[in-house]
Each structure stands twice: as C-alpha cells, then as structure tokens.
C-alpha cells in the first residue's frame, strides 16, 4: 500500500510570503495525485490534480509540481483566507496524506 | 450548480445501523463516479467507498462487509448503509463527485457518533 507522508506537519508564515508544502509518496504514483484545501468547520476543496493541474475556479497563485514520489504545493503569494489544512491524495487507492495546517 | 447534500448521521450505540443520505442537484448521480469520505474528529480524511458508473463498489478495508455504498437513481440519491457500527466509525461522512478518482464536488457532510 502506498502511504503519502505529508510535510511540515505546521506552516506559520505572513501575508505575502510564498508558502512550499511537500507530499512524498511510499512508491511511485506517476503524476496521478491531487492537493486539497479545509477551511475549519467546511468541506474540502479540490485545488490541483494530476499534480499540476488547477481544477475551477482556483486563484493562479496555488500551483502544482513534482511527479513519482515527491510532490510540492505552492502558494506564492499567501493571502488572510489561504489559512487552512491541506491534503494531498494518489489516485490509486484513493488514499490521503495526514495533512500541513497553514497558519497565516 | 452541483450541489450535494448529506443527511441521516445521528448518534448511534456501538453494533447498531445507519443509513447516510446524499441527495444531488444540478448533475446526476448514476453517470458519475459517486464516493464516501470521512473525517474523524480532529483527524484527517479516510476515504470510505466508491460506486462506479456501472454499479460496480468498491470499499476500504476498514468498513468492508460492515458498509455498503448505493443509489438510487429516481431520486438521485446515493446511500451509504453502515451496520456493526464501532466506535471508530465515528467521523464526518461527506459524499463526493468523483471524477478520475479525485473528489472534485463535496457535500456538507454529516456527523455519525458511535457511544454507548
């Protein structure tokens, strides 16, 4: 079973700084894994898949990168509502990693 | 505009049953791939069960033979029936659109608490 393993487990930067959370997979999930953004008390949201794909409606400053084991999302310019929890899940065994909260 | 609404989560004595509603709007349940996702308190997402175009479900091995995924297409609907409930069982369930295996359409999610 492939595990993802999510890092840092906490991100606490400013208004404006460029935020660089990492998921690194057990085996290779090819390009095939999504990141997801939890605001408290709301559903997630799917912000990127196929690693480096913006689904709709997503602000261009949330980007994808990486493919096999290493995956890294990028925030380049945090905004006040960008504070929450981020997911990233491989598309196989639709598994999810344990989660980076983003404090701004 | 999809929408997604879940419904049915109570507080529930361990061994007991549950069925979890999801009503949907704006897009229909039978030609998508549909998915339950859960959240424990505190913890972070567990994916649950899928049921895809065909009928076809698949579970996590942690609900299976406990739970099952359906729908119900008149109504468009889709149901998660849970039995032999545990105490870990305890989670937001969210349904979700599933397309490619990501989850791009999210309800509100509803609590289920399994105590006795």
């Known amino acids: 079973e492939t595990v993802l393993t999510q890092s840092p487990a906490t991100l606490s930067l400013s208004p404006g700084e460029r935020a660089t959370l990492s998921c690194r997979a057990s085996?290779?999930?090819?390009?095939?894994l999504a990141w997801y953004q939890q605001k408290p008390g709301q559903a997630p949201r799917l912000l990127i898949y196929?690693?480096?794909n913006r689904a709709t409606g997503i602000p261009a400053r949330f980007s994808g990168s990486g493919s096999g084991t290493d995956f890294t999302l990028t925030i380049s310019s945090l905004e006040p509502e960008d504070s929450a929890f981020y997911y990233c899940q491989q598309r196989s065994k639709l598994t999810f990693g344990g989660g980076t909260k983003v404090e701004i | 505009e999809v929408q997604l609404v879940e419904s049915g989560g109570a507080l529930v004595q361990p061994g007991g049953s549950l069925r979890l509603s999801c009503a949907a709007s704006?897009?229909?349940?039978?030609?998508?791939?549909m998915s339950w996702v859960r959240q424990a308190p505190g913890k972070g997402l567990e994916w649950v069960s899928i049921?895809?175009?065909?009928?076809?479900?698949k579970y996590a091995d942690s609900v299976k033979g406990r739970f099952t995924i359906s729908r119900h297409n008149a109504t468009n609907t889709l149901y998660l029936e849970m039995n032999r409930l545990r105490a870990e069982d305890t989670a937001v369930y969210y349904c979700?659109?599933?397309?490619?295996?990501?989850?791009?359409?999210w309800g509100q999610g509803t609590l289920v608490t399994v105590s006795s």
């Open positions: 049921i895809y175009k065909s009928g076809t479900t």
């Open positions: 085996q290779s999930v090819s390009i095939y």
């Open positions: 979700a659109s599933t397309v490619t295996y990501y989850f791009d359409n």
């Open positions: 704006g897009f229909t349940v039978s030609s998508n791939y």
């Open positions: 196929d690693a480096s």
